[in-house]
């Protein structure tokens, strides 16, 4: 099946660790996006990227960093400088152009 | 910049009752418009989009949407609504023309719908 897929579906972390969550499509999207989703604040993108070996930050992009390799590869590490990690964060994928934007299933990052 | 507001943040409704869900975006020009579905468990799927055309956009499972530009608005709309239909919903615009799709979304609306 196409789509996206992120993993793990449930993340704990410790204080002052580092963590990357992991999102891969096959939709052959050219573009990928990392949002955070916090209640009653919708969904706040991170970073994103248009073609491989580029990235740009988004609206809320501090202490987080990402990778892009591979057209098909999306990674988000959580640094430990981000002050509020705990969060529900969704990847997602859109072809070229103003189309719908299709999303992954998301990583719930608790940190204990 | 762009910004979205969505002024339920919770309803409640009873099945067969209609549902009426508001949306208003802040930005100058040309925007692309979504409403966005996320039922418990799920990922967020597209329910429907307006680029261009007829405001009044017909989306999937009954919803529609009406794109009124005076009022910088998109409501979402459906005549009678079924339990089924328990999820939160968000609105999202994009600039048209912008390169990629950063949509900013609104802070949701989660609607329970009892049976």
């Known amino acids: 099946d196409g789509g996206i897929t992120q993993s793990p579906k449930y993340l704990f972390r410790k204080e002052g660790q580092n963590v990357t969550l992991s999102c891969e499509q096959n939709l052959n999207h050219d573009a990928m996006y990392w949002y955070r989703q916090d209640p009653g604040q919708g969904l706040r993108l991170i970073y994103y990227?248009?073609?491989?070996?580029?990235?740009q930050k988004g609206d809320i992009a501090e202490g987080y960093s990402v990778s892009r390799e591979k057209k098909e590869s999306f990674p988000l590490t959580v640094t430990s400088a981000q002050k509020n990690p705990t969060a529900f964060y969704l990847c997602a994928s859109s072809s070229e152009g103003n189309t719908e934007a299709f999303f992954g299933q998301g990583t719930r990052l608790t940190v204990v | 910049a762009q910004s979205v507001s969505q002024h339920n943040h919770h309803v409640i409704l009873s099945e067969a009752a209609s549902l009426e869900l508001g949306c208003n975006y802040s930005?100058?020009?040309?925007?692309?418009l979504f409403w966005y579905v996320q039922y418990p468990g799920q990922h967020l799927q597209l329910l429907l989009k307006?680029?261009?055309?007829?405001?009044l956009v017909k989306g999937i499972k009954g919803f529609e949407a009406e794109f009124i530009k005076s009022k910088f608005s998109f409501n979402l709309r459906k005549p009678s609504v079924q339990w089924s239909d328990t999820a939160e919903y968000f609105c999202?615009?994009?600039?048209?023309?912008?390169?990629?799709?950063?949509?900013?979304f609104g802070g949701g609306t989660r609607v329970l719908v009892k049976p």
């Open positions: 999202a615009v994009n600039p048209a023309g912008a390169a990629g799709n950063k949509l900013t």
């Open positions: 930005y100058g020009g040309t925007v692309n």
């Open positions: 307006y680029f261009s055309g007829d405001p």
């Open positions: 990227s248009q073609i491989v070996n580029d990235f």
